[in-house]
C-alpha cells in the first residue's frame, strides 16, 4: 500500500465514523489521554485545535487547567510555532481554527498530543500531506513524548513513511493503544494499569 492510498483510506473512515457517532463516545480517549499525561507527569502540554473529526482535546485544559499549561501550535509559513493556548480563535487560510498572533514559546514541552490520520509499522505519523508537524519537530531543540490521537484506529503494520515523517512514542484510539518498544519498556505494566485500555507495543525501525 502507498501512503496517500493509506491517507486516503483513513481520512475517510474518520469522517464516516464522527457523521455516525456522538462526540461523546470520543470521552474514553480523552480520559486515556488524562491519564497519560499523568503517568509521565506531565506539566507543560502541547495539543490542537480539532476539526469536526479529531477528539475534542480542549475539554482537556477545563480539566487540567490547574496543574498543567497548555499550548497548541501556530502556523507560520511551512512549519508551526507554539503559541499558548488563548481565545478568541480564528480560522487560518486552511480553514482551521487558531489563536489570534502572538509570541511564539521555545522552552521544553512535555508532551505533544498530536491529531493523526494514521500510523505506520514505524510508529510515524500519517497526516494531511502538508508537512507542517514534520518541519517542527525537526527544528526542536528538545525532544518530547510525543503521543498521535485518533477517535479511530488507523494502524497499518507497513512502513508507508519516510524518514523525515515525525514518530511518535505512543499512538492512543478509542478502542487500541500502540507503545513503541524501548523507552517505556520497563513501565509496560505501570502504563497499561494507569491508563487502561489494550495496548500494544510495536517495533519500529
Known sequence: MQKNEFRAICKSRLKSHAARTARCEHYVLLRRIERLIKFLKARKILIFLPMNYE??????RKKLS????FYVPFMVDISLKMVRLRQPFKISRFGLRQTLPQNGYFKKVDLA??????????????GHGKGFYDMFFSGLKFK?????????DCFCSEILSLDHDVKGDFYITPSQNYLKRGK???DFN???RSCGGRWHRILSS
Open 55 to 60: 477528539p475534542n482535546v480542549l475539554i482537556l
Open 66 to 69: 490547574k496543574s498543567c499549561e
Open 113 to 126: 498530543v498530536v491529531p493523526a490520520i494514521g500510523v505506520d509499522g514505524a510508529m510515524a505519523r500519517i
Open 144 to 152: 518530547p513524548a510525543i503521543a498521535f490521537v485518533s477517535i479511530k
Open 184 to 186: 517505556y519498556d520497563r
Open 190 to 192: 505501570r502504563l497499561v
